[in-house]
Nanobody
Framework: VQLQASGGGLVQAGGSLRLSCAAS????????TGWSRQEPGKEREFVAV????????KYADSVKGRFTISRESSKNAVYLQMNSLKPEDTADYYC?????????????WGRGTQVTVSS
């Protein structure tokens, strides 16, 4: 699975951004997709995930109620709508695919897109 994230940028606190991730290389409906983020010098942290049918989502407590993950099968794309952004949301954001295997999941990661929230 190949993934390409886009949509990052600089925004003021309280503003919004929409991240997009284009997926290719495997039938889109066969895997779950998600977003994680990483600040410099810190470990990558989970942000949100959506299952392969698009019917179930899960969020980190820190973004619940502010971020919305969605996917569009016709475009092989997954999105992260980020509202009410805070300076602590500043990070590189990565989309990833989780392919179910008999023993668990195989994870595929794209390059990050940078989000900077100014106070």
């Amino acid at each position: 699975v190949q993934l390409q994230a886009s949509g990052g940028g600089l925004v003021q606190a309280g503003g919004s951004l929409r991240l997009s991730c284009a997926a290719s290389g495997r039938t889109f409906s066969t895997y779950h997709t998600g977003w994680s983020r990483q600040e410099p010098g810190k470990e990558r942290e989970f942000v949100a995930v959506i299952n392969r049918s698009g019917g179930s989502t899960k969020y980190a407590d820190s973004v619940k109620g502010r971020f919305t993950i969605s996917r569009e099968s016709s475009k092989n794309a997954v999105y992260l709508q980020m509202n009410s952004l805070k300076p602590e949301d500043t990070a590189d954001y990565y989309c990833h695919a989780e392919v179910p295997r008999s023993w668990g999941f195989s994870s595929y990661w794209g390059r990050g897109t940078q989000v900077t929230v100014s106070s």
